[in-house]
Structures are given as C-alpha cells and as structure tokens.
C-alpha cells in the first residue's frame, strides 16, 4: 500500500497511477478515493496521472483520535503532494474534498496548482448562522450525528438510498451497486473520524480561503443537490473566487460524479484542457 506519515503520526494512503499532468483528487465524507474511481479510470486513459487521497479516518488511512478538521486534512493533503512533488497540479474535490481542496489551495497550494475544481462542495459555510442566513440549522447535523452513533451502518445505507443520489425522488431507480459501495466505502473509516468530520464540512467557513485562491476554478452543482443546497454554496462560492466559473447541473444530485459520470467527466476533461 502506498502510505506517507504525517508530522503527527498518521498514515495517510494514497493512489498514484501513470505519467503526466497530475490531478489530485479530494473525496467526500465518510468515503474514500474509491469514490472517483469513474474519474480516475477516465482520466488515466486521457494520459493524465492521477493520485487519490484518503482522507484521515477514513478509507485506508490511520483511524486515529484526532485531527479531524480541515487545518488538517489540507496539511495531510499538502504531505502527500510534497512527498510525490507534484507540481503543475488540478486538484477536483467532491463534497467536504471540496471544502479540502479550498483550504489546501489557499495555505498550501502556491506553486504547485494550476486549476481548481469544487464539486457539490461545502463552502463557503454549511451552518446557518447570522451571517450565513441561508444555511442549515445545526438541529441538521445533530440530527446526524445522532444517527450515525446509533446506528452506522443502518445510516450509511439510508443516506445513500435516499437523498445522497436523489434516490428519494419520485420516479427514481436506486442503484443498488451504487448505495452498496457507498456503504462499503463508508464502514472502512472509523466512527470517530467521521462523527467529528459533520463538524468539520458544517461549521468551517472558507470565506477567506476563497478570496485567496487565484488559479482558475470551476465550481460545478447539481441544482437538485439534497446534502449540500447549491444556492448557499456554489452561487456564494464563485463570487469570492477571483478566477471562478459556475455550472450548474438541472436535477442533478449531489453524488452527480457517480450519477452522471458521463456529463461531468466530460466537462472536467473540458476545464482541465482549457
């Protein structure tokens, strides 16, 4: 297995698969860069290297007590690319690797990114506070955090039948191959690490990381998005960005990179070339 230890002790795993312009990929919570698994195939074959993170806690990397905020997954995120020295680099984050991806660009990243990409992302803040009055109320995510101390795997199967892929509609077909490796991807993390990671994707404001990334960035959100509602995130996250450019997916859910592969890689291969 490919690991690097971080100055803290922590395993971190990562993929790193062919030659070429590196595209670092920051997945969503509880999961795992088995996540992309659609977008790291596609872009292998376009003769890209490709490196995937598990973020710590989850997948492959260290279940460990602490450290499970966004200062340091950006920093865990920052070891791996100085251990492979990736330079050049377009880092695509989905969901809270969105929210990594911004904090990473923003304290780490200089030199070394060319383009950003933020997927269903959670900045710029997730809560409703009185600053951020479109936000959620934080009785959401106790409401998940109690679910998922009481039951884990019962949730982790229940939020990606549900809204996770816009299941719940109507009409709708689930896709159980996908709901199956969604939970997979989910029991491989630990408890802890993705109890105190609700804090992390719902509380961090990335006000100012926003306003300090400069590299062109492309923020992409399903209209139809049940987790992460665009218009308090995607529509507020490219005004701060000094070089950003907004798509917006008609019904499209929030886990579209598995849903909709075929579109978005599409439009990722577009930006990246561009």
């Known amino acids: 297995m490919n690991t690097i230890t971080t100055k803290d002790g922590v395993e971190i795993f990562y993929k790193d698969w062919g030659q070429g312009q590196p595209i670092v990929f920051h997945h969503g919570w509880p999961l795992s860069c088995d996540d992309w698994d659609a977008q790291m195939l596609f872009f292998l074959h376009q003769g890209y290297r490709v490196v995937g993170i598990d973020r710590r806690g989850h997948g492959r990397s260290s279940q460990v007590a602490d450290g499970h905020d966004l200062d340091h ?32 660009v923003a304290r780490h990243g200089r030199g070394r990114v060319t383009k950003a990409v933020l997927m269903s992302a959670v900045p710029p803040l997730m809560l409703k506070t009185s600053g951020n009055p479109g936000g959620l109320p934080i009785e959401a995510f106790d409401g998940l955090r109690k679910s998922l101390a009481a039951n884990r795997s019962q949730f982790y199967r229940d939020l990606p039948a549900g809204p996770f892929y816009g299941f719940n509609r109507p009409g709708a077909k689930p896709l159980e191959s996908a709901i199956a490796n969604w939970w997979r991807q989910g029991m491989m993390g630990g408890a802890k690490a993705h109890y ?54 008609p ?19 577009a930006f990246v070339r561009s």
Not at 74 to 85: I, K, P, S, T
Not at 257 to 269: E, P, R, S, Y
């Open 73 to 104: 997954y950006a920093a865990d995120a920052a070891a791996v690319v100085e251990h492979l020295d990736l330079r050049n680099a377009i880092h695509v984050g989905h969901s809270t690797g969105g929210g990594e991806v911004t904090r990473y």
């Open 196 to 249: 105190d990671g609700i804090k992390a994707f719902s509380e961090t404001d990335f006000t100012e990381d926003l306003k300090k990334i400069d590299v062109p960035t492309l923020v992409m959100h399903g209209d139809d998005d049940q987790i992460v509602p665009y218009k308090d995130a995607a529509l507020l996250s490219v005004k701060l960005l000094k070089n950003g450019t907004l798509k917006i997916y």
């Open 251 to 269: 019904g499209f859910p929030h886990g579209m990179l598995t849903t909709h592969a075929d579109v978005i890689n599409q439009d990722l291969l």
